[in-house]
């Protein structure tokens, strides 16, 4: 894919970029390695000055950051806004924590005695350069969640986007640099992703942070695991929504339409399996089904609109592939199904019932706006659907039994229990998953200790 900004509302190319050669790479490289020896002894509070003042500018920039996102990857022009927002505010949380997060932690007297120490503590240090792989669909929040707390830690970071957000990411090094970091702090590698294996085996990189694809993670996951470098993975997610009788229905099916559709239906946290006990199943059908059918799609920057594009041809194409797939192996059509007559990315939102484990659509993500539908008999049936997918990203339940409720908790493999709510992201709380999901944490005091060097110190009597 070529590093350019491409609108998927219209099909038009925009702005492109070189990549940068072997020569700017290995400046870069340096100027980070730098950077690290001088953060790292920054205080807590100088870092806090400057990521207050990042959220401050980004407050400012919000309207124009909008209108960056929305024409490089299509999500509707609210939702950007709500993304730089959301961003400002994680910076915040972060500047605000930091410091408590990462203190020097005593263990208990009696094991400090036992140890045959005067005294011992755990000491959190930053580990240094960071390479960052992201994806399109969030493209600032994908970012800050891992820059605010890498920044505050004392790391640095170098950030390989999504060849389709080249504006993106070149505004987010501008808006770390203006907020006060120091040069080579964060910067945006404009390179692709072929050259990814050559900036993370080099030793100045000493882990690596992936957002994205399963295969994109097994990728890069196998060059860390062979220079044994750490590394944090999100990747797919085919979350369940699971819908049994004691639920609020007209509430359910609400919020279940916009899981399914926040994004364009391009978020891995998104709802996309809709798991519904029989005795409710035709009611939530009927309800969910109409509330998709409702939605406005069309431009993403008029504010009227509820769905925009797809990000990329090839991602239509390949959500297209599996609706096909299910319709031709008997799923019923509810809603949607079939491409729209204009230019632009365009698919709409679409429900699909009937789905069997021969499907495809059973086992694979679809990221886009496409629902399948699934009738099951009783609570353990429900956890046996959830539970058969590759994937174990997050969940969400609704029920007002307090045994379901228990056994969803205890048995849904997943990262995430989200109880009659929609699964967000939230800095205070740990993200990430299970199974092909990936491993590791984001955001909360998990996401920031990632990237540390957990140090014990001991010193003797």
């Not at 790292?40 to 919000?62: G, H, K, S, Y």
């Not at 089904?289 to 991602?315: C, F, I, K, W």
């Amino acid at each position: 894919m070529p590093i350019a900004t491409v609108n998927p509302a219209t099909g038009e190319t925009l702005k492109t970029y070189d990549a940068l050669g072997e020569e700017e790479i290995e400046r870069r490289l340096a100027t980070a390695d730098a950077a690290f020896r001088s953060h790292r002894t920054t205080t807590f509070a100088e870092r806090a000055l400057r990521m207050n003042r990042a959220a401050d500018l980004l407050d400012e920039d919000q309207q124009h950051i909008a209108r960056v996102m929305t024409t490089e990857m299509g999500k509707p022009i609210k939702q950007a806004r709500a993304e730089a927002a959301k961003c400002a505010k994680a910076m915040r949380w972060y500047a605000d924590h930091a410091e408590q997060l990462l203190a020097d932690e005593e263990p208990a007297e009696r094991d400090v005695k036992d140890s045959g120490a005067s005294w011992a503590l755990v000491r959190y240090r930053p580990l240094g350069p960071v390479l960052a792989v992201m994806p399109w669909n969030f493209p600032m929040w994908q970012v800050v969640r891992f820059a605010a707390p890498a920044l505050m830690a004392g790391n640095v970071g170098l950030l390989k986007h999504a060849s389709n957000v080249p504006q993106t990411a070149l505004y987010l090094e501008d808006l770390f640099r203006r907020a006060g970091f120091a040069e080579g702090c964060f910067q945006t590698l404009l390179i692709g992703s072929g050259a990814v294996e050559r900036v993370l085996r080099d030793p100045r990189i000493k882990a690596a942070t992936l957002t994205g694809s399963e295969p994109a993670g097994r990728s890069v996951a196998s060059v860390a695991g062979d220079e044994i470098k750490k590394t944090v993975l999100e990747l797919g997610g085919s979350d369940p929504f699971i819908v049994m009788p004691s639920a609020e229905l007209d509430r359910a099916a609400g919020v279940a339409v916009t899981a399914r559709v926040q994004n364009n239906g391009q978020s891995c946290i998104a709802a996309k399996r809709f798991i519904v006990h029989t005795d409710v199943f035709d009611a939530f059908a009927e309800r969910f089904t109409a509330g998709m059918r409702a939605l406005r799609v069309g431009d993403p920057m008029e504010e009227e609109t509820d769905v925009g594009p797809l990000s990329t041809e090839q991602g239509r194409a390949d959500l297209e592939d599996l609706v096909v797939d299910a319709v031709g192996a008997g799923a019923d059509v509810l809603c949607g199904g079939e491409r729209p007559a204009r230019p632009g990315w365009f698919y709409p939102p679409t429900v699909l019932a009937g789905i069997t484990p021969r499907m495809r659509i059973h086992r694979e993500e679809a990221f886009g706006p496409v629902a399948t539908l699934y009738r099951v008999a009783d609570l353990d049936e429900a956890v046996a659907v959830a539970n058969d997918s590759p994937f174990g990203l997050s969940s969400n339940v609704w029920t007002h039994n307090g045994v379901e409720l228990d056994r969803f908790v205890q048995d849904l493999e997943a990262g995430g229990v989200y109880v009659n709510g929609m699964t967000a992201s939230h800095p205070a709380f740990p993200f990430g998953g299970v199974k092909r999901s990936g491993h590791g944490r984001e955001l909360s005091e998990h996401g920031i200790r990632e990237f540390c060097n957990i140090t014990t110190v001991w010193h003797g009597a």
